[in-house]
Antibody, heavy 120, light 109 residues
């Protein structure tokens, strides 16, 4: 059973960089066949795709966030990470990591989500 | 930018049938977009219901079904139950990315 767990600061100051890590257990990121994705949900709103990464390092980002987002992978730790720069209060959200099946593009496993608040 | 449309809200009576739809602001949804559907209750992570248009995820009851209706993807719930009251999201796979619909809040009453 694959499990994903987000970790990182719950509070980030405006203009700083939000950094989160997703630790994967029960499966190897290096095994291929999956993208490793970040999604966020603003309070009381819908889900928003941020981007995903393949174990090889290939990345795909939401065009609306692309200039501020970096997703990276550390296969030795079986983790992938999100960095979102120049944050504002509009980036306050629950951030989820999840696994996406390549070629058919569906989420089969999700992390529980972590709330990140942007505030001074 | 691609916009995926869903009904903001829907209501169904217990035991009734409801069909939620997932469209594109420009164009038609086809199986080529591999539409998938997710159920989310407050404070919880989404749960996968349907993928690749009409394949139920493991453990999902067969009263949930997916299809293409006209130019939209559709999620049909047959014999709605009280605990089906949730938010439902569709996702379209664009190859180089994914797009979430705005979600439908389903009320069972």
């Amino acid at each position: 059973q694959v499990q994903l767990q987000e970790s990182g600061p719950g509070l980030v100051k405006p203009s700083q960089t939000l950094s989160l890590t997703c630790t994967v257990s029960g499966g190897s990121i290096s095994s291929g066949g999956y993208y490793w994705s970040w999604i966020r949900q603003h309070p009381g709103k819908g889900l928003e795709w941020i981007g995903y990464i393949y174990y090889s390092g290939s990345t795909y980002y939401n065009p609306s966030l692309k200039s501020r987002v970096t997703i990276s992978v550390d296969t030795s730790k079986n983790q992938f990470s999100l960095k979102l720069s120049s944050v504002t209060a509009a980036d306050t959200a629950v951030y989820y990591c999840a696994r996406v099946k390549v070629h058919s593009g569906w989420y089969d496993y999700w992390g529980q989500g972590t709330l990140v608040t942007v505030s001074s | 930018q691609t916009v995926v449309t869903q009904e903001p809200s829907f209501s169904v009576s217990p035991g009734g049938t409801v069909t939620l739809t997932c469209g594109l602001s420009s164009g038609s949804v086809s199986t080529s977009y591999y539409p998938s559907w997710y159920q989310q209750t407050p404070g919880q992570a989404p749960r996968t219901l349907i993928y690749s248009t009409n394949t139920r995820s493991s453990g999902v009851p067969d009263r949930f079904s997916g299809s293409i209706l006209g130019n939209k993807a559709a999620l049909t719930i047959t014999g709605a139950q009280a605990d089906d009251e949730s938010d439902y999201y569709c996702v379209l796979y664009m190859g180089s990315g994914m797009v979430f619909g705005g979600g439908t809040k389903l009320t069972v009453l």
